[in-house]
């Protein structure tokens, strides 16, 4: 069964700089990838995903991650965070012909919160 | 728009009562699932369906019971059974699993006392 790691439960970055925020997975092949953002008391939104081909995904809102299969890696970045930005992310690992019931599995989620 | 609606918002209960949280679904999507989420735990799959009449357990399903009669709907109740039924409730749904992304409704926060 596949597993995600998120290092880090809490970060804390200025408005305009920049955004990595890690993820982990463990899993025998290539994964199918996603990072999902949540703001306080809402449902989960998708940013972005990885099924195969280029390694670098662009997401919504400015977001971007980098599969790097040998770091067994997801890590999502941005370059200049907006206040907005603040919210709870959420990196999750998905089984290749997997049934629907295994097909998530999901990390502890990071935090971020944006300093003015 | 299609989406996932799930009420109530907010839901309290006394301890030792069941209670059914709503999920209702437009999307036109097969799967359907249930998350607990708690703090720093990420999110916990409580049951899903891959069809209508038919659903699984998931990781902590003990406590809680599911019917899917609709493909629209998916409602799940907490029971009495259920040690620890305070936390944060989400339901999604997808096309085909697992290629295709979870679309979430926007919870339903249970607080039992």
């Known amino acids: 069964a596949q597993s995600v790691t998120q290092p880090d439960i809490h970060i804390t970055v200025s408005e305009g700089a920049s955004l990595e925020l890690r993820c982990n997975y463990s899993y025998g092949a290539t994964p199918y990838l996603f990072w999902y953002v949540q703001s306080p008391g809402q449902g989960l939104q998708l940013l972005l995903k990885?099924?195969?081909?280029?390694?670098l995904v662009q997401g919504i809102k400015g977001f971007e991650a980098e599969f790097k299969r040998s770091q067994s890696s997801f890590n999502l970045r941005k370059p200049s965070v907006h206040w907005s930005d603040a919210a709870e992310y959420f990196c999750?690992?998905?089984?290749?012909?997997?049934?629907?019931?295994?097909?998530?599995?999901f990390g502890g989620g990071t935090r971020l919160m944006v300093k003015p | 728009d299609g989406g996932i609606t799930q009420s109530p918002k907010y839901l309290f209960r006394k301890e030792g009562q069941n209670v059914t949280l709503s999920c209702e679904q437009n999307?036109?999507?097969?799967?359907m699932y249930w998350y607990r989420q708690d703090p720093g735990q990420g999110l916990r799959l409580i049951y899903y369906?891959?069809?209508?009449?038919?659903?699984q357990k998931g990781d902590i399903a003990e406590g809680y019971s599911v019917s899917r009669e609709k493909k629209e709907s998916f409602p799940l109740t907490v029971t009495s059974a259920q040690k620890n039924p305070t936390a944060f409730y989400l339901c999604?749904?997808?096309?085909?699993?697992?290629?295709?992304?979870?679309?979430f409704g926007n919870g339903t926060r249970l607080t039992v006392t």
């Open positions: 990885y099924f195969s081909g280029d390694t």
């Open positions: 999750a690992v998905g089984a290749r012909g997997s049934n629907a019931g295994n097909m998530l599995t």
């Open positions: 999604a749904s997808t096309q085909r699993p697992p290629d295709s992304p979870l679309h």
């Open positions: 999307l036109n999507h097969d799967a």
């Open positions: 369906s891959q069809i209508v009449n038919d659903f």
